[in-house]
């Protein structure tokens, strides 16, 4: 049942069936807080912590403590291990004491510094920053301390603080921490507000803690440089931009707005407002104040809302949970600058009361949701939204707890100034792996040359030209010997590599240059440009052409082992360039131009009667195949009994087939007897074609042949003669 003010009353049957309705009648409509009652509030508050832990299993046999399920992140979990930090600090309920400690000792990491093994992955500044504020705020508040050989909350949270402050980057946009801690993850190229302000509350709150100026030093630089680079823009009401890339010198902000941002640096100004008692600190805490109630709308502007994404409904995981950051810190801001109250305390009682109402959603009717300015339940439940919703009501008994305390008056955690140095500039998921020396790195590089060198090899094999007059020996042989010329280049080139290696110690710099490509124009994750890389002499990969003379190209571009059947390649006048060679000799360029050009030179118009004169019952197909591309295509005419060559403007056979001297004597005794034998082509189609004689021979011809007819009229001229008129060459106009 659901607290109210008064004494209690006598229950009889008609009381209980009246606090049963009572009951179910809150349920309905949410929880009725009243925010100036300390019980209302912590009864509140317990049934929604409790509603919080459903999500939570990491303290069950089996599971992992510190972990949520998904889709939460690492980060969410730490922060949620700090609201309920304050869930004990507010109300003193010890319920989930041992749950929290046994999550913030089992996610320390090797280190003890919160940068878990299994947490590379997802990791940010930002995301180790959480866990840092909440083992800060474990401090303050003399959280149960761990056993004594376990490390103490302040000491963690100098870890935390270590570690980044080595990661400050000045060689980019001139400071500041990336997004990113390791270098792979998307966002390293990525400089945001909220890994600032983690950094900077940590700082000013260890200053706080501690005393130690180092602390507020670095607070006071990481503030300047927010400011330098604008995420802190004084001139439009001291918004806090979420971020930019470095790319761009930092110079093209994400000009969003989120409720946390804002929220960090009010909680860190505010902590080094009450360390120093600065004015200075004083007008930058009430500016940021006033520049705070963008996020609190609704009918009379004081209701807390996410502006970035919430009036959209498009929200994410993290975003649900922003509002919980910020009702956090200026609750406790209140207490480090109490000027300040007037101010904060109404904001955060409107709103505490509104998402009170909102806590109907659920299988128990009482989780709470995201929307708190609207009357109507927005019907999602979450983390997130639970952890909002109690951290605004906490706070509204925020005057009646004591203010977080120091090393000066009663803060007991024992810190170590040193703690996380042993981790600093850690970029490597697990250093407990066997150092890599130089010869693990020349036998790698050998046994990848190796099983290289024998898949290239492989690959040469099945790429042997099978035109090619080489035999696939000797082709095999050349591939061969280039491609071992590659490969020992490479190995040389690995194994120099791996000898110039040097490693000092196990610990890789997170400043040093990038080996992963992570692009950036400025170079902060390239290799050195400066460095000088030894010349290496030209390697040859293989001949693309074989410029031996009488060698031919491959004639095509089927696929290895497919029948090279002449009849079947490319022809000259689809292939002016002489590329591919033609069926009975391949014609050349000079020799196609030459002919082309010749003014009595016309290409043989072949009809389908004359295409059919070609063929007879008792013909090949395929060699018949071969006779039609030798008339339609070549400068050889051949009629099955005769044949005559044309000669190439220089006076020589314009074949480019390489035949041998016992074939060319052969070919030429053999055309020498058919030229006196030629028989013309009947009108009938019966006979097979005559030869297409030269153009001198042409040019004696009558201009105007018979139409279908393939060869101008015959002449009797005798070999002599025709020897005589082959020495002359051809006409180019």
């Known amino acids: 049942m659901i607290p109210t003010r008064g004494s209690e ?73 700090g609201t309920l930090i304050e869930y004990w600090f507010y109300t003193k309920d010890d319920k989930y004491v041992n749950a929290t400690k046994q999550a ?65 980057d000045t060689e980019h946009c001139g400071g500041g921490l990336r997004w990113q801690i390791f ?39 990481s503030w300047d440089w927010m400011e330098e680079v604008k995420f802190i823009d004084k001139e439009k009401n001291w918004a806090v931009y979420d971020g930019a890339h470095i790319e761009t010198g930092c110079t093209n902000i994400v000009p969003y707005q989120f409720s946390y941002n804002v929220g960090g640096f009010i909680l860190g100004a505010a902590a080094m407002y009450n360390y120093t008692e600065s004015d200075v600190w004083k007008n930058r805490l009430d500016n940021l104040i006033e520049g705070v109630k ?88 979450g ?31 024992k810190g170590d100034s040193g703690a996380g140095s042993e981790d600093i500039g850690r970029t490597e998921p697990n250093r407990n792996w066997r150092r890599i020396t130089a010869g693990d790195r020349a036998g790698a590089a050998i046994l990848t040359t190796l099983i290289i060198g024998l898949l290239v090899c492989g690959v040469g094999w099945i790429m042997v030209d099978e035109s090619s007059e080489k035999s696939v020996k000797d082709q095999f042989n050349g591939f061969c010997t280039s491609t071992i010329g590659t490969i020992a280049a490479v190995a040389g080139v690995g194994g120099a590599a791996a000898t110039l290696h040097r490693k000092d110690s196990t610990v890789v710099r997170e400043k040093a240059t990038a080996v992963v490509g992570v692009d950036s124009s400025e170079g902060s994750s390239r290799v050195s440009g400066d460095k000088e890389i030894a010349d290496l002499p030209p390697v040859l990969i293989g001949n693309v052409r074989n410029q031996e003379p ?132 009947e009108d009938n189609g019966k006979k097979n074609a005559a030869p297409i004689e030269d153009a001198h021979s042409k040019e004696e011809t009558d201009s105007s042949p018979k139409e279908n007819d393939l060869s101008p009229k015959e002449t009797d001229s005798s070999p002599k003669e025709r020897e005589s008129s082959e020495e002359a060459p051809l006409s180019t106009k």
């Open 183 to 221: 270098q792979w993850n998307t966002g390293y190229n990525y400089k945001n507000s909220i890994s600032q302000a983690c950094f900077f509350a940590l700082g000013a709150r260890l200053a706080l803690f501690t005393g130690n100026d180092t602390y507020a030093d670095w607070a006071d630089k």
């Open 104 to 168: 913030l000792l089992f996610q320390v990491g090797e280190y003890d510094d919160y940068m878990p093994i299994n947490q590379t992955r997802t990791e940010g500044n930002d995301d180790q920053g959480f866990w840092g504020l909440a083992v800060m705020s474990a401090a303050e508040y003399n959280f149960p301390h761990p056993d004594p050989d376990q490390p103490q909350w302040l000491a963690l949270a100098q870890a935390v603080f270590n570690t980044q402050a080595a990661r400050w």
């Open 9 to 81: 009353p006598r229950l009889g049957f008609a009381g209980l069936l009246a606090a049963l309705l009572l009951t179910l009648s809150s349920f309905a409509n949410g929880y009725d807080l009243d925010p100036n009652s300390t019980q209302s509030v912590k009864t509140i508050a317990k049934s929604m912590v409790a509603d919080l832990m459903s999500f939570y299993d990491g303290d069950q046999p089996g599971n992992t403590p510190g972990l949520l399920p998904d889709p939460y992140y690492w980060w969410e979990a730490g922060a949620m291990m």
């Open 550 to 681: 009488g060698h031919q190209r491959r004639v095509s571009s089927m696929p290895i082992g497919w029948p090279h059947n002449r009849s079947m390649r490319g022809s000259a006048m689809l292939d002016p360039d002489g590329i591919y060679s033609m069926a009975g000799g391949s014609q050349s360029r000079i020799d196609l131009a030459s002919i082309y050009k010749t003014p009595n030179f016309s290409r043989p118009d072949l009809s389908s009667t004359d295409r059919n004169s070609h063929t007879s019952e008792n013909t090949n197909p395929m060699e018949e195949r071969r006779r039609s591309a030798e008339v339609f295509y070549d400068s050889t005419e051949t009629n099955g009994s005769t044949g005559e060559k044309h000669q190439a403007t220089d006076g020589t056979s314009s074949s480019v087939e390489h035949d041998s001297p016992e074939e060319t004597s052969r070919n030429t005794e053999e055309e020498d007897r058919l030229a006196e034998s030629t028989i013309p082509l």
């Open 383 to 413: 983390v997130g939204q639970q952890m909002a919703s109690l951290e605004v009501t906490l706070s509204c008994i925020v005057g009646q707890r004591g203010a977080p305390l120091t090393a000066d008056n009663g803060g007991t955690s």
């Open 294 to 381: 963008v996020f609190f709308t609704g009918p009379d502007k004081n209701i807390m809302a996410e502006v970035a994404c919430e009036p959209v409904k498009l929200c994410n995981t993290d975003q649900q949970s922003f509002k919980a950051y910020l009702s956090r810190w200026l609750a406790v801001t209140t207490q480090w600058a109490p000027h300040t109250a007037d101010t904060i305390r109404p904001l955060l009682r409107t709103s505490a009361v509104a998402a009170a109402k909102q806590c109907v959603g659920g299988d128990n009717g009482h989780m709470c949701g995201m929307i708190w300015t609207k009357d109507k339940y927005d019907g999602t439940t």
